[in-house]
Nanobody, 123 residues
Framework: QVQLVESGGGLVQAGGSLRVSCAGS????????MGWFRQAPGKEREFVAA????????YYADSVKGRFTISRDNAKNTVFLQMNSLKPEDTAVYSC????????????????WGHGTQVTVSS
């Protein structure tokens, strides 16, 4: 079993930056592809970014490309999402997920999920 705990969310003004983290326990994350998803009130969960187990391959939703960066530190069993140039429409609960197979942009493909961290961007 893999347990995932997100942290680093908060309130930030539009144009600002925030970095959220996802710490794994139970098993090493180094053999898992990782993804970040978000869900805003009244909306469906959507893909944000994903990274392969090695970190060599990354994938982004068009809405965050060029503003967000996903990375991982396998030695620390942690995955990060650096968010720059934040917009009010980025407001959501951000959750990380782990998948034993190749990185995917589809939520149902992931095996383990964290509970999420709230990110609020004020205008």
């Amino acid at each position: 079993q893999v347990q995932l705990v997100e942290s680093g969310g908060g309130l930030v003004q539009a144009g600002g930056s925030l970095r959220v983290s996802c710490a794994g326990s139970g098993r090493t994350l180094s053999t898992y592809s990782m993804g970040w998803f978000r869900q805003a009130p009244g909306k469906e969960r959507e893909f944000v970014a994903a990274i392969s187990w090695s970190g060599d391959n990354t994938y982004y939703a068009d809405s965050v490309k060029g503003r967000f960066t996903i990375s991982r530190d396998n030695a620390k069993n942690t995955v990060f999402l650096q968010m720059n140039s934040l917009k009010p429409e980025d407001t959501a609960v951000y959750s990380c997920a782990a998948r034993i197979l190749k990185a995917s942009m589809r939520g149902p493909d992931y095996d383990y999920w964290g509970h999420g961290t709230q990110v609020t961007v004020s205008s």
